[in-house]
């Protein structure tokens, strides 16, 4: 844990002057008559509009190669073509055909090709892994990556408030942002909140194991993983927290709370971890909460 975090202060000096140090926002959270307080990280923000910048840069900063490949459900997409156009190399996307087009429209932006594929995640990936051989490019895994990993952890180092939330919630699909705030946070609890419909960390935690998955439902862009990262997994059993699941409804609930109480407007995924606030058993306390708000590269408004 202790080298870990020495790497994400090392990601953070090499990536500060492309990524954005987002705000905290302290607000109250009213339901059912009870209250809890609550601190959210606007990574949505970000450059790009969300958390995956941070990993992408961080990785292609420290690649040799002229050309990267990534395979994504779009986020991830983004902040590889991003990274690409900031150090000058040519970046190659595979995409799911059912990935949001306003995020495929962000990747295009950047200068980055396209790779628009009609199959499951893990054939996309299977594809991009293929091509980044053929032409001795380099792979830039979405989150089973070290140097993705302290790249996404360096939101750990923006966390200073004075409201010093013992617990942090945090939304999963492959585990990069998980596991790089573990690192980062070794005294503070990193609470996993899952969508049911992709439940990479969850059946993972059930078999001991990464396992294939096959996600589906609103978060799918954001949290569908095929698995859980093996070099995640390693960080976040270390922990062992159980993973919070929600169901589409009290992701969509998430959404609407933050745009009618907030204005703030974020895709399924990056309301996922807000969403747990919305389960019948969640234990609320006169301790603040800490959530990370990661993506909002949505052109749907809350219904």
């Known amino acids: 844990m202790e080298s870990g975090l020495i790497e994400i202060n090392k990601a953070y000096e090499r990536i500060s002057p492309y990524v954005r140090r987002t705000p905290l926002l302290e607000v109250d959270f009213h339901i059912n008559n009870r209250t809890q307080k609550l601190l959210l990280k606007l990574e949505y923000l970000q450059v790009g509009g969300s958390f995956k910048l941070r990993g992408a840069l961080n990785k292609v900063a420290t690649t040799q190669s002229s050309t990267v490949i990534a395979f994504s459900g779009g986020n991830h997409g983004i902040g590889v073509a991003y990274a690409a156009q900031c150090f000058n190399k040519k970046a190659i996307i595979y995409l799911p055909s059912w990935a949001p087009s306003f995020k495929a429209k962000i990747i295009k932006s950047f200068g980055a090709e396209l790779k628009m594929l009609d199959d499951p995640m893990h054939v996309v990936y299977e594809r991009a892994i293929s091509h980044s051989q053929d032409i001795q490019a380099s792979f830039i895994h979405p989150y089973d990556d070290l140097d993705v990993i302290h790249g996404a952890g360096t939101i750990g180092l923006e966390l200073d408030h004075a409201l010093h939330p013992k617990d942090w919630l945090v939304g999963v699909g492959g585990g990069g942002l998980l596991s790089g705030l573990t690192l980062a946070l070794p005294h503070q609890n990193v609470l996993p909140v899952e969508s049911v419909l992709c439940p990479s960390l969850f059946e993972a935690q059930r078999k001991n194991k990464p396992v294939p998955v096959l996600p589906s439902g609103i978060a799918q862009s954001g949290l569908g993983a095929p698995s859980i990262g093996q070099y995640n997994w390693d960080i976040i059993r270390e922990k062992n927290h159980p993973v919070k699941r929600v ?16 204005r703030i407007l974020l895709e399924p995924s990056g309301a996922t971890a807000l969403a747990a606030l919305f389960e019948a058993d969640w234990q609320f306390s006169t301790d603040p909460v800490g959530i990370i708000l990661c993506g909002a590269n949505t052109d749907e408004m809350p219904s």
């Open 247 to 262: 169901s589409d409804e009290m992701i969509r609930s998430a959404q609407n709370w933050l745009w009618s109480h907030c």
